[in-house]
């Protein structure tokens, strides 16, 4: 297709190529689209891959590929001819990145910083299965070298039979309080460094903390791919997986918008009984749950009300009594269960729940579609899979013609048995979290488009980008299907 492009006014069209055809070619042209956009064509290096062998070059810059956040409100980056300050803002911790092969400036004070590193970094541990996702994202699962928590909760197949061959080295601590790591010839921990979340207490000397969960939207959250790029290099990677993941979403949202009008919208119930809490806990908007629904072209109940003054005491805020929730949730089309209690609400509560309308049409869903961990390890990195699962549920995907291959996260509690873990799975591309090598679900490619055709700056624009998109496009399509 041909790319044409007004800064001032860009709108989102559909069209007929599906993703998995044209993601190659187009993510290598917005990237490279991008990159000339800010810095010119005279100079189309690469980020390095490894350490500087050759003299450093006073005054040139060896990170031409850079990364912003555009969604995301905390974490920002700053950079420099071999270095890189990044920080997390609502944590107010701040990293300094220099590039192996060259020295720091002397007027930077490492004391200041809460980690220095050497960049690109090779031995990474994790606290986090949902760092994992994101590390999955920049083919970057053999720089993880220790799981540095319980490994029961893994689900990526591909990594729990690294941890199982003992290749991912366990932490364990010692007598004197000392961490230790354990496995196949497992990395000194003097050689780590560990990505973790806010509460996480390691006693390792570089520590980076992560924080996206703490972002308000699922790009934002998604986003956060590009601050852990940053520690290997990877800018101009994250950039096309950024851009990849945002325009299926867009692309999900049209085909939605497509199939159901708003005069037939049907409506979604995001609700669950706490057992532990004793109360009914519902969506209330705005929140994650509420933009999928949104793109999906469905209206979601919302509400902060409920007198469960039992629950709200022992858990905090709003719970609904059994009573306020049948009236609340009763006549919705579909109920999405953000949880595992179905059984345990089925026991209790059976004949309350059997007025529902969702229960009635056998059209009640809960996130272990992949089993129980796959959710919490995947949902924040994957978004656009939760997105497209929803959308295949209510419909708006099978209408619309663009069927969903694989149901990703959504069981039907009522026809669906829970399937193992990735742990029981095979190891395989498609159960790698990477929307690059993602061939399984197509979508019609969502593009920005010029108001006006004959504009001369986007005439130019494409003159300038013609030979360097087809040779992005040949290298990052053969890298994805080597890798």
Not at 287 to 292: G, I, L, Q, S, V
Not at 303 to 329: D, I, K, Q
Request: proline share 4%.
């Amino acid at each position: 297709p041909t790319i044409t492009n007004n800064k001032d006014n860009l709108k989102m069209v559909l069209l007929s190529t599906p993703f998995r055809t044209s993601a190659a070619l187009l993510l290598a042209s917005l990237s490279a689209v991008h990159y000339v956009q800010a810095h010119g064509d005279h100079d189309l290096d690469h980020n390095p891959t490894g350490c500087l062998t050759d003299a450093v070059e006073t005054g040139k810059d060896y990170f031409p590929h850079k990364v912003e956040p555009s969604h995301s409100e905390h974490w920002s980056i700053e950079y420099f001819d071999t270095y890189k300050i990044v920080q997390n803002t609502i944590l107010d911790e701040t990293y300094l990145l220099y590039q192996c092969g060259t020295e720091l400036p002397a007027s930077l004070n490492t004391a200041d910083y809460n980690a220095v590193l050497s960049v690109p970094v090779e031995n990474v541990g994790l606290t986090q299965t949902t760092d994992l996702t994101f590390m999955e994202q920049l083919n970057n699962r053999d720089k993880i070298r220790a799981f540095l928590t319980d490994p029961q909760y893994i689900w990526s197949p591909c990594f729990a039979a690294d941890v199982e061959q003992g290749t991912i080295a366990l932490l364990e601590t010692r007598e004197d309080g000392t961490p230790s790591l354990v496995g196949q010839n497992p990395p000194a921990v003097a050689d780590m460094m560990a990505f973790a979340g806010k509460w996480d207490s390691l006693a390792f000397e570089q520590v980076v903390k992560v924080s996206e969960n703490e972002e308000k939207t699922n790009a934002a959250i998604f986003e956060w791919v590009k601050f852990f790029s940053v520690f290997f290099n990877q800018e101009e990677l994250a950039n096309q997986v950024f851009d990849a993941a945002e325009y299926r979403f867009q692309c999900i949202k049209k085909s939605a918008a497509a199939a159901v009008s708003d005069a037939e919208k049907p409506t979604l119930l995001w609700g669950r009984y706490s057992d532990y809490c004793k109360g009914w806990d519902v969506g209330e908007c705005d929140n994650y749950y509420c933009e999928f629904a949104d793109v999906c072209n469905v209206n979601i109940l919302s509400s902060s009300e409920g007198s469960n003054t039992n629950a709200s005491n022992l858990c905090g805020g709003p719970f609904m009594t059994t009573e306020e929730f049948v009236a609340f949730g009763k006549d919705a089309d579909y109920w999405f269960i953000p949880d595992t209690t179905w059984n345990v609400s089925q026991t209790l509560f059976g004949d309350e729940l059997a007025q529902f309308k969702s229960v009635m049409n056998q059209q009640v869903y809960d996130y272990q579609g992949q089993g129980q961990n796959a959710w919490f390890e995947r949902r924040l990195a994957t978004y656009y899979d939760v997105a497209d699962d929803m959308c295949s549920v209510v419909g708006s995907r099978q209408e619309s013609g663009l069927q969903l291959e694989r149901r990703t996260f959504w069981r039907n509690v009522m026809t669906e048995t829970v399937p193992p873990d990735g742990a029981d799975a095979e190891c395989t591309v498609a159960a790698a979290a990477n929307i690059l090598a993602d061939t399984e679900n197509d979508c019609a490619m969502a593009m920005p488009e010029s108001d006006d055709d004959d504009d001369d700056s986007s005439a130019s624009w494409v003159s300038s980008l013609g030979s360097v998109i087809l040779m992005v496009a040949a290298s990052a399509g053969m890298m994805i299907m080597m890798e």
